[in-house]
Structure formats: structure tokens, C-alpha cells
């Protein structure tokens, strides 16, 4: 079957078999890839959908009931079909490379986690045919009205719990892989800082998935087993729900960010031609993130009627978390002084993080202030802050991620000229889309309606502009990949003329198997 | 062919002009509280903070991407660590965010004082609508959304307070302290007036405060903000703050319309009506209370809203559907009307459901309603 190579190696297996049973870091990253581009695309019609329906005011696509299983599907898909799966690509791909590993401590449970999570988003997908529609309270799901759906609210808390499992293994998997199998010489604080923000990511999926799945659990539950863990009639508090949701859902968002800030802090180095600034305090300050990730849950909260107390409480660890956070932002600007910069693809997508994420940290700051968030708490404010984090955010570190290490996987450069079309039409609509959903916040737009009020008009109408210009540009991301991978101008060992560390000493694209014999790390 | 793509043109542009109402604001809404007047002040303060911080930043960023790039010629130089400057980037934020820290910090403590109000009113969220219960002096309603379902099919003109309109506004006078007191009869909803700075989440089971007081005469229009299924956009919130003697006046108005409701209430219950009678009056009731689930057309939302037409309890015995619609469906978004409506209304729209739609049910009584409440 097999035919068998120097050193023992195995050839890459052909065909259907070759994916579906791999074991190999690589070829499971791939998977990875190729999972949230789908999901991607299922989640950004369905954007697309909101945004046509939200074009004017009036129904007119869809009706409401089916808004909200957009919104929600929307959501879920976007977090749990796309961003992480994407880093969990990234990781895959990378973290044997950067650390000098043959491959992942678990191959086959590599195989496992991965493949639990089709599954998972068929359920979710699939939902939508069930009678009621899909799952449409909200991607927080939070009771009482969670309690009012039919059987597609059960599949989804299966689909989440898939979901979860997969990412538990994932990050087993990863943390046992950076912690055991680094090359020698290559001590905690010499780790490239993309594998140190996946070890602090690693452990805080660790942390809260488990939490998440007690708290969809508790919902299956009392929907289907007669208990009243969220029902105040039954002696129960639908608060509670929220208490634990958020106790997953904030350390969950830093889950979602911190593999970003490692992208961008190993692109901008090898475009400025020079060292990262500030190696130690950049990992002291991902770990401050994540240690306080766990005790800002509440801001999530402030309008529920918290004592004055957990209020300021809340109100005030929030706020630490710009202290990090702003070093990170200063480190990567003092990163660039006075280096030697060039804007290929990947640094394009790298600056416009660091420029547009920032918003999203400053409307975040906002957002803290809890007397504030009074009157922002479920607005389109709210939509526009966690948009720019997430989308000019963790989305465009995974477009400069995928930009910069193409030529590593594919063997090939992507093509600029196509790469730069990409950059400037979605850093440009993004922001048409999604800046003015700050002035609808502000002047009182809820968000999750399908239908507003008249003085709202205008903003919505550009911001759909915005997004239908955005969800076309991503078509051109879709084309670079696919000429990267058909041919396109050879890319050398070392792709980049800046770029450090392991990954650049094997040849481009990366063989099947590599680094079997460790590397010496000085 | 000229002529037909100048009148495309037309339509394409009077299309993108169509919303003349829209008013392109950019900030809050002018304040017409005291908290309300805080947290603009506070926004704007940490607005103009981070504003401040972005240009210093950035200019320095955009320096760099200009002067500092390869094509120029410049060099890099390999620094990588500066400890002093890496602790004066970590202590400055720190002072700026105890600075920013300490009004929002007063601004909380007053929002959450809640004591010594002038007038207390109690306010229960239901899907989709809400009851104000002004508990000192003995008035309740119920405020509904207004807007005419043909404006939001875009089968007729909206109007200039399209989806921020109610039936029955509540009503407050200017200048008092107003607590309220916030719970909810089914799924968790968020009562939101931005003007006068208030939010708050109305929570089944529980009771929750907040307070305003508004500082000048006007209506102030607001929105249900936490998302509370499919009629979410449609349960807004109209507070007329009126001057003293006219808030007096509206009250009095308001406890002499409840005295003849009462009076007349008590003649119907005990009376009988005629079917056509009945289901003139249930097709009203049920316009306003069931037909956001049921339809108009009663054949509801499969798999997630029964249908009504063809229904096995509707045709059925009138004792099982009565005792449905009074005290609901747990589990389900069925909500118990029997504090809703009176017996009247509840047989008019019992009756009418089954007869409607092709039902075949028989006609409900006030007296049969009675029975059956507990």
C-alpha cells in the first residue's frame, strides 16, 4: 500500500482517503482552511442578506422571524465556522514548523478534532430546513427566549457542543505540542510570539469551552428534562445563564484575537527588517490579557440591574485591559520606526490592523465606561465595535497570515497586483461598512431588528453599500489562493527578504514531512 | 433607448433620495435628563480622549510608513527594547484611565440611586408590547406599537414616527423623580428611552429599577433593546413628559375612563351577545393581541406558531381553548391573558377564532370566561 522511504517516511496517501484519514499537521491545516472558507461563505451571504434587507426601511426580503435565524446563524458561523477554525488552520500549518516538530503530539485526535466540525456545521446549516427554521435567539441564546423554539435549538446545542469538543482537542493538542516537542535549544522565551499567543489561546480554550458546553447543557435541559435552571418560576434566575455564558463568551473573544496579535507580530518584524520591539513585554502582556479575560464578564451585563458594586467592579478591570493591550499597539509602531519597510500584501493587511483594530479598542473603551453603556448596551454601536474587532481584526490578521505563508504551503507567491485589489477594496468598503453603524448606535438604532425607523435610513443604506462592495471583494481573495495553487512565480525557501525563524529553512512549498531530525535552535 | 436608460436613471436616483426624514446624526440624541446629560458629557470626554491618543499614535505610525520605508533608502536600525519607554507607555494609560475612571465612577453611583422617588411606575415587558402600572394612584395600560402593518409591508407611506409610535404613551411630569420598576411576563426585554438616558433589561421572575428625571416638556420616543424574538423591532416606547397640572389632568382623565371601562365591563360580563356581535368585536382583540404569532390569516408560523385555522382546540370543546387563552402555555410564547383582557373581549376573540377561517367551533359567552379564571 504503502511505499516506504528513507527514514521511514510514509508518501502522502492519494485521493479521498488522503483527507479524510491524514494524520499530518499540513494536510489537516489544509482541511482547516478549506473549512472556514466555506463556512465564510455561507456566513457572508447570509450577511449579505441582512445588509439587502436592512438596505431601507420596510420588510421586504425577509421576514422577521427569518432575520433573526440570519443574525444568529450568522454569528455562530462566524465565530465557531471561521475565525476559529482559520487559527486552528494557522496553527496546524505553523506550530510544528515554528517550533522545529516532526508534527502534533496527537496526530490521529488531530484528525478527530477537525473532522467533528463538518459535522457540527451541517447540524447548524441544516437546521434551517427543520420545521420552525433554524436556532434564531440570538447567538448568545439566552433564555427565556431560547426556551421558545422547536427541535432546531436542540441540534444546535449538539452542533455547539461538537463544536466545543473539537476545540478542547484542538487545544490539548497544541499546548501538549508547544510545551513537549520544541526543538533543542529553543527555550519558552525564545518561541516565535505566534506559538506563545496560541500556548495563552490553547490554555483559555481549555478554560471556558467546557464552561460553555455546562451552560447549553443546563439549556437542553431545562427544555427537554423539566429542570428550571433559567426559570424563575421553577426557582431558577435566566441571569444565571448569562453569569456563565459571558464567564465562556469574554475569555472566548481574546480566543478569538490573541493568534491575531502573534500573525501580526511575526509579519510586521519581517517587513520592517527588523526585530520585534518588546519580545518579553509582548508575551507578559498576552498573558495579562488573558488572566483578566476572566474577571470582565459583567460589562457584557451592565444593563441587567447589577449592584452598584459589580458595576464599578467590572467598569474597572475592563479598563485595565487597555494598559496590554496599548502596549501591543506601541510595541508594533515602535516595531516599524525607523526600520526598512516595504508593503507587500501581508504588510498591507498587517498595518490596516494595527490602524483599524485600534478603533475597535477605542469604541471598546467606550463601551467599558458603564454609565455609557447604558445607552449603548444593544445598539448598533455595539455591532460596529465588535465588527471591527473581529473583522478588521482577527480577519484581516488571517488574510496577512494567508498572504504570508501561501508561498511556504503553496510553493508559489501570491500574486500581488490581485493581493493589492484585495487589500484596497476591502480595507476601503469595510470601513464604509462598518464606521457609520457607530452614528446609528448613537442615535438609538437596536441592534438584531429587521426593520427600523425612518432617521436611520441613511447610514443603513451606505453601510449596505459598504458590505455588498466587501462581500464581492473577498471573490478576489478566493482567485489569489486559487492561482497560488495552480502555479505563479516561485517562491524560495526563505520567501520574504526579512522573514525569521524555523519555517523559512525548509524548502518552499513546506515537504510533506519535515524537520524528522530536529533542528539546533542557538 | 436613451430615453428608457435617462428614466432608469430617475428611478434609480429618486430611489436613493426617497428618505427625506433621515437626518444623517452623528451623535446621542440631545440629553433631556440629568444622567442623560452625564453620559453625553462622559462620551464626549473619552471620545475626545481617544481621539487625542489615535492622532499621537498614528501620526507617528504614518511617519514611520513614509520616511521609514525601503524605497527611500532607509535602513533599518535593529533596536528592540527600550525599558524606560516601555514603562512610560504602560504608566501613562494607566493615569488616563483613572482620569477617565472617576466620573463614570459618580455617574454609576447616581444612576443606581434609586431612592426617594416622586412617583413610582411598574413596567412589565410582553411580547410585543408594554403595561405601565402607575402604582400610586391606580391606572394601567397597555402600549402597543401603532404603526399600520400596510407601512411596513411598503404598501403605504410611512409616517414621520414610523415604528417609534404607541397607541397609549405613558406619561410622566417634568422636573419629579420617576423610578420604575421593571420585570418582564415572558422573555427578557430591555426598556430604553435614549433621551432620557435609561435602559434597563425587564427580567421574568424578577424586579429591577432605574430612574429618570426629565428636564423638559416633549415626547421622547425609545425602543425594546434586547432582542425578544420576531416582533423585536415592533414594541416601541413613548414617553410624553407633560407639566405638572397637565400630568394631573391626564391622570384624572385617565382613573374616569378606567371607572366607566369598569362600569361597562360589569354590564357586558354578565350580559349575552350575538355571535355577529362577538366576532366583530374578537376580530379588534385579536388584530391587536394575536395576530403578531397567529397571523392575520390565523394559519400561524409552522413549527414555531400553531395555526388557529383547522385548529384541533379551537374546533373543540370551548372550555380547553378558553382555558388556553387564559392562562397560557408554559414552555411555549403562549402568554396567560387573564390580566390582559376582561371577559368581554376574551369571549369576542375566542368566538372569533372559531369561527374564522373556515372554524366550525361554537360561539363564547363573558359568563363562560368568568367560570373558568383562577
Keep these: 500500500m504503502e511505499a516506504v522511504l528513507p527514514h521511514g517516511h510514509h508518501a502522502a496517501p492519494a485521493g479521498l482517503w488522503r483527507w479524510l484519514a491524514s494524520t499530518n499537521h499540513k494536510d489537516i491545516g489544509t482541511l482547516y482552511f478549506w473549512f472556514a472558507a466555506t463556512m465564510f461563505l455561507i456566513g457572508g451571504l447570509m450577511a449579505m442578506l441582512i445588509r439587502a434587507e436592512l438596505f431601507q426601511p420596510g420588510l421586504q426580503l425577509v421576514r422577521p422571524e427569518v432575520f433573526n435565524q440570519l443574525t444568529t446563524l450568522h454569528g455562530l458561523i462566524m465565530i465557531f465556522g471561521v475565525i476559529m477554525p482559520a487559527f486552528t488552520g494557522f496553527a496546524n500549518w505553523q506550530v510544528p514548523l515554528m517550533i522545529g516538530a516532526p508534527d502534533m503530539a496527537f496526530p490521529r485526535m488531530n484528525n478527530w478534532s477537525f473532522w467533528l466540525l463538518p459535522v457540527a456545521g451541517l447540524f447548524l446549516i441544516g437546521s434551517t430546513l427543520l420545521p420552525g427554521g433554524a436556532v434564531a435567539g440570538g447567538w448568545t441564546m439566552y433564555p427565556p427566549l431560547f426556551m421558545q423554539g422547536g427541535i432546531s435549538y436542540d441540534l444546535t446545542i449538539f452542533a455547539i457542543h461538537l463544536m466545543g469538543a473539537s476545540s478542547i482537542m484542538g487545544s490539548i493538542n497544541i499546548a501538549t505540542t508547544i510545551l513537549n516537542m520544541r526543538a533543542p535549544g529553543m527555550a519558552l522565551m525564545k518561541m516565535p510570539l505566534f506559538v506563545w499567543t496560541w500556548l495563552i489561546t490553547a490554555f483559555l480554550l481549555i478554560a471556558v469551552m467546557p464552561v460553555l458546553a455546562g451552560a447549553v447543557t443546563m439549556l437542553l435541559s431545562d427544555r427537554n428534562f423539566g429542570t428550571h435552571f433559567f426559570d424563575a418560576a421553577g426557582g431558577g434566575d435566566p441571569v444565571m445563564f448569562q453569569h456563565v455564558f459571558w464567564f465562556f463568551g469574554h475569555p472566548e473573544v481574546y480566543i478569538l484575537i490573541l493568534p491575531a496579535f502573534g500573525i501580526i507580530s511575526t509579519v510586521i518584524p519581517t517587513f520592517s527588517r527588523k526585530p520585534l520591539f518588546g519580545y518579553a513585554s509582548m508575551v507578559y502582556a498576552t498573558a495579562a490579557i488573558a488572566i483578566l479575560s476572566f474577571l470582565v464578564w459583567g460589562h457584557h451585563m451592565f444593563t441587567v440591574g447589577m449592584p452598584a458594586a459589580a458595576q464599578l467592579f467590572f467598569m474597572y478591570a475592563t479598563l485595565l485591559v487597555a494598559v496590554p493591550t496599548g502596549v501591543k499597539v506601541f510595541n508594533w509602531v515602535a516595531t516599524m520606526w525607523r526600520g526598512s519597510l516595504t508593503f507587500e500584501t501581508p504588510m498591507l493587511f498587517a498595518v490596516a490592523f494595527v490602524c483599524l483594530f485600534t478603533i475597535g479598542g477605542f469604541s471598546g473603551l467606550v463601551l467599558a465606561m458603564a454609565p455609557v453603556d447604558i445607552q449603548l448596551q444593544d445598539t448598533y454601536y455595539v455591532v460596529a465595535h465588535f465588527h471591527y474587532v473581529l473583522v478588521t481584526g482577527a480577519l484581516f490578521s488571517i488574510y496577512a497570515g494567508l498572504y504570508y505563508w501561501l508561498p511556504k504551503w503553496t510553493g508559489h507567491r501570491a500574486d500581488e497586483t490581485w493581493g493589492r485589489w484585495h487589500f484596497w477594496l476591502s480595507a476601503v468598503s469595510v470601513n464604509v461598512l462598518f464606521f457609520p453603524m457607530h452614528f446609528l448606535g448613537l442615535a438609538g438604532m437596536p441592534r438584531r431588528i429587521p426593520d427600523y425607523a425612518l432617521q436611520f435610513a441613511d447610514f443603513n443604506r451606505v453601510a449596505s453599500l459598504g458590505g455588498f462592495v466587501f462581500g464581492a471583494s473577498q471573490i478576489l481573495l478566493l482567485i489569489v489562493i486559487l492561482k497560488c495553487l495552480r502555479g505563479g512565480e516561485k517562491a524560495e525557501a526563505r520567501a520574504w527578504e526579512g522573514a525569521e525563524g524555523l519555517e523559512w529553512t525548509v524548502a518552499s512549498p513546506a515537504p510533506y514531512h519535515t524537520f524528522t531530525e530536529p533542528p539546533e535552535v542557538k | ?374
Excluded at chain 2, 54 to 62: E, L, S, W
Excluded at chain 2, 155 to 175: F, I, R, S, T
Design chain 2, 1 to 374: 433607448m436613451r430615453l428608457g436608460r435617462q428614466v432608469l436613471w430617475m428611478a434609480c436616483w429618486a430611489g436613493w433620495v426617497q428618505p427625506v426624514v433621515a437626518d444623517w446624526a452623528l451623535n446621542l440624541p440631545a440629553p433631556k435628563s440629568d444622567i442623560a446629560v452625564r453620559i453625553y458629557d462622559i462620551h464626549t470626554l473619552i471620545l475626545l480622549i481617544c481621539l487625542g491618543i489615535f492622532v499621537v499614535v498614528f501620526g507617528v505610525m504614518f511617519y514611520a510608513l513614509f520616511k521609514h520605508r525601503k524605497s527611500v533608502g532607509h535602513q533599518a536600525h535593529p533596536f528592540h527594547e527600550h525599558t524606560s519607554v516601555e514603562v512610560i507607555w504602560t504608566v501613562i494609560p494607566l493615569l488616563i484611565l483613572v482620569g477617565m475612571a472617576w466620573p463614570a465612577t459618580r455617574a454609576v453611583l447616581d444612576q443606581k440611586d434609586t431612592a426617594n422617588p416622586d412617583l413610582t411606575i411598574k413596567v412589565t415587558g410582553y411580547q410585543w408590547k408594554w403595561e405601565y402600572d402607575y402604582l400610586q394612584d391606580g391606572v394601567k395600560f397597555i402600549s402597543a406599537s401603532s404603526t399600520p402593518a400596510d407601512q411596513i409591508a411598503n404598501q403605504a407611506a410611512k409616517g414621520p414616527h414610523y415604528l417609534l409610535e404607541v397607541d397609549e404613551p405613558m406619561v410622566v411630569p417634568v422636573g419629579k423623580k420617576v423610578r420604575i420598576l421593571l420585570t418582564s411576563h415572558d422573555v427578557i426585554h430591555a426598556w430604553w428611552v435614549p433621551e432620557l438616558g435609561v435602559k434597563q433589561d425587564a427580567i421574568p421572575g424578577f424586579i429591577r429599577d432605574t430612574w429618570f428625571r426629565a428636564n423638559e416638556i416633549g415626547t421622547y420616543r425609545g425602543q425594546c433593546a434586547e432582542l425578544c424574538g420576531r416582533g423585536h423591532a415592533f414594541m416601541p416606547i413613548v414617553v410624553e413628559v407633560k407639566r405638572e397640572v397637565d400630568y394631573q389632568a391626564w391622570l384624572a382623565a385617565k382613573q374616569a375612563g378606567k371607572q366607566a371601562k369598569a362600569v361597562a365591563a360589569a354590564a357586558a360580563a354578565g350580559k349575552s351577545f350575538g355571535p355577529a356581535e362577538l366576532k366583530a368585536r374578537g376580530e379588534k382583540v385579536y388584530a391587536a393581541h394575536c395576530a403578531a404569532c397567529h397571523q392575520a390569516d390565523g394559519k400561524g408560523l409552522p413549527g414555531v406558531f400553531p395555526a388557529l385555522a383547522g385548529s384541533r382546540m379551537v374546533n373543540g370543546p370551548a372550555a380547553a381553548h378558553i382555558d388556553r387563552v387564559l392562562h397560557g402555555k408554559d414552555g411555549s410564547a403562549m402568554t396567560a391573558f387573564q390580566d390582559q383582557l376582561d371577559d368581554a373581549d376574551l369571549a369576542a376573540v375566542i368566538t372569533w377564532e372559531r369561527m374564522a377561517w373556515g372554524n366550525t367551533g361554537s360561539p363564547v359567552q363573558p359568563t363562560d370566561v368568568k367560570v373558568l379564571r383562577k
